[in-house]
């Protein structure tokens, strides 16, 4: 990553206005704490191998990646005056933590998969990546880590709305069916938070771009390193390839770099407010809608 400044921050940062949202979802803590047995399949679509390490070396970031960003949050929080989006912030931190605990166990039993020397290369990687978001925090700007949270959003958002309307658990291996259904639910319920904190904080759309997608390639690299670790392991071939979450997020990425964008304008269809009301049992006292 470049280690490029963004122009120098006031000690009190102007709030810039939020472009309003068409259309928003209401982001619900869930108490998730699934359980991952032994003979959890290594492969979430049993059908597709190679895909199913994608998704598994994806997880494997997940317990690194998501406390960046819980972090990241609660470093700017000192800095946004608005209730209900510190709210939103809240929500969203709680939301992830649950993401990396639950992620964190499968993950034990994706190590469980290989042999003692490919388990300690996926370590070495995970420590890598740890190190590099402690780095992040204590030697970038806010705008930065911002603009790194915002990218990661707009593409995660964009391949699971891209999945939204589709029964995403139908050929998927038990524990992984909930685990990436209830997940893509999150990431659009709190699909608008990072974005909002970013306009608040910074709100360059050239900024934006420029250093959202040097967070794509640098997260995807990382992504790339677990997926081609588990591939030799098991002697297939490394070749090249499009990131499932842009050919999942298909024109819904190309419009997340657009001057225009906006994640609060996604429609919520049907589809997605049914999975909410499946998932509702995990939020007490909450009333579904």
């Known amino acids: 990553m470049s280690s490029e400044q963004y122009p120098p921050q006031p000690e009190a940062p102007q709030q810039a206005a939020i472009p309003q949202a068409s259309e928003t979802t209401e982001i619900i803590v869930r108490r998730v704490n699934f359980d991952f047995p032994p003979q959890t399949s290594l492969y979430a ?12 070396a994806f997880s494997l970031t997940m317990p690194y990646l998501e406390p960046y960003l819980i972090r990241m949050m609660l470093k700017a929080r000192n800095t ?22 639950n992620h964190a166990r499968i993950n034990k039993i994706i190590r469980s998969k290989f042999d003692k020397k490919t388990s300690a290369e996926l370590l070495q990687i995970e420590n890598e990546l740890k190190a590099e978001y402690e780095s992040f925090l204590a030697q970038k700007p806010l705008a930065f880590n911002l603009a790194y949270a915002e990218g990661f959003e707009a593409m995660t958002c964009a391949a699971a709305m891209g999945s939204a309307n589709r029964n995403v658990s139908k050929g998927l291996s038990s524990g992984w069916d909930k685990l990436i259904e209830w997940h893509s639910l999150e990431e659009i319920e709190h699909r608008t938070v990072a974005y909002d904190v970013y306009q608040k904080l910074v709100g360059s759309y050239f900024y934006r771009l420029k250093q959202g997608l040097s967070a794509q390639i640098h997260y995807l690299k990382y992504v790339h390193k677990f997926y081609a670790v588990m591939l030799k392991a098991q002697g297939r071939r490394v070749v090249p390839y499009i990131s499932m979450f842009i050919l999942g997020g298909g024109y819904r990425y190309l419009n997340t770099l657009m001057p225009w964008y906006n994640p609060a304008n996604y429609k919520i269809t049907a589809a997605i407010k049914r999975r909410k009301e499946k998932y509702s049992s995990f939020a007490p006292d909450h009333e579904s809608p």
Do not use: C, V
């Not at 679509?45 to 598994?56: D, E, N, Q, T, V």
């Not at 005056?81 to 990396?100: P, Y």
């Open 80 to 101: 946004i005056s608005d209730e209900q989006l510190l709210a939103d912030m809240k929500q969203f931190s709680q939301q992830e933590g649950n993401h990396f605990r």
């Open 45 to 56: 679509i049993p059908k597709l191998p190679r895909l199913s390490l994608y998704i598994a």
